[in-house]
T-cell receptor
Framework: DAKTTQPPSMDCAEGRAANLPCNHS???????VYWYRQIHSQGPQYIIH???NNETNEMASLIITEDRKSSTLILPHATLRDTAVYYCVRPGNQFYFGTGTSLTVIP | ETGVTQSPTHLIKTRGQQVTLRCSSQ?????VSWYQQALGQGPQFIFQ???????GRGNFPPRFSGLQFPNYSSELNVNALELDDSALYLC?????????????FGQGTRLTVV
């Protein structure tokens, strides 16, 4: 079961941190968690991935719980251009996308 | 900009026709995956090609077929088009076919079947 669970939608004020949660309770020990986002039906854009340590890059931070059953993507200072659908994805032999979280950044 | 290009960007076909979609993978990538994304849904895996061989297939009928060329570019062919085949078709390239390998997506081809 490669399912991930995300809230269907979230709002965030511009300039504030956006925290997007994901549950992946059946993840295996050597399986990474990937995050992608998709802006208005363009191709999904890679954001970040991690295994068990917290990760940070120029786009976002990824916090993975110690039991690895859930993670949170953090956009530290959300801008209007961050409005998109965010997918938490388990790779498997393919990428399993759910329906994602539609994040709206409000001015 | 991922370096993955798809053509055409938009296409309109009639039910029963056949269509070929094309994907050029990122330089150095030997693995291409195809996804179908219906409106309001996440992308669904169709199949993957690794070094010109099919390397996994999702729950799609045989009228969805593919090909990967020696330069690792790829085609997706769909025969006997149905109205439900209307979707955004995405190609993703990867540097390998392992379970934890990052994928880079193209901008997609929007197919409308009428």
């Amino acid at each position: 079961d490669a399912k991930t669970t995300q809230p269907p939608s979230m709002d965030c004020a511009e300039g504030r941190a956006a925290n997007l949660p994901c549950n992946h309770s059946t993840i295996s020990g050597n399986e990474y968690v990937y995050w992608y986002r998709q802006i208005h039906s363009q191709g999904p854009q890679y954001i970040i991935h991690g295994l068990k340590n917290n990760e940070t890059n120029e786009m976002a931070s990824l916090i993975i719980t110690e039991d690895r059953k859930s993670s949170t993507l953090i956009l530290p200072h959300a801008t209007l251009r961050d409005t998109a659908v965010y997918y938490c994805v388990r790779p498997g032999n393919q990428f399993y996308f759910g329906t994602g979280t539609s994040l709206t950044v409000i001015p | 900009e991922t370096g993955v290009t798809q053509s055409p960007t938009h296409l309109i076909k009639t039910r029963g026709q056949q269509v070929t979609l094309r994907c050029s993978s990122q330089s150095g990538h030997n693995t291409v995956s195809w996804y179908q994304q219906a409106l309001g849904q996440g992308p669904q895996f169709i199949f993957q090609y690794y070094r010109e061989e099919e390397n996994g297939r999702g729950n799609f009928p045989p009228r969805f077929s593919g090909l990967q060329f020696p330069n690792y570019s790829s085609e997706l062919n769909v025969n006997a088009l149905e109205l439900d085949d209307s979707a955004l078709y995405l190609c993703a390239s990867s540097p390998g076919a392992g379970r934890n390998t990052e994928a880079f997506f193209g901008q997609g081809t929007r197919l409308t079947v009428v």
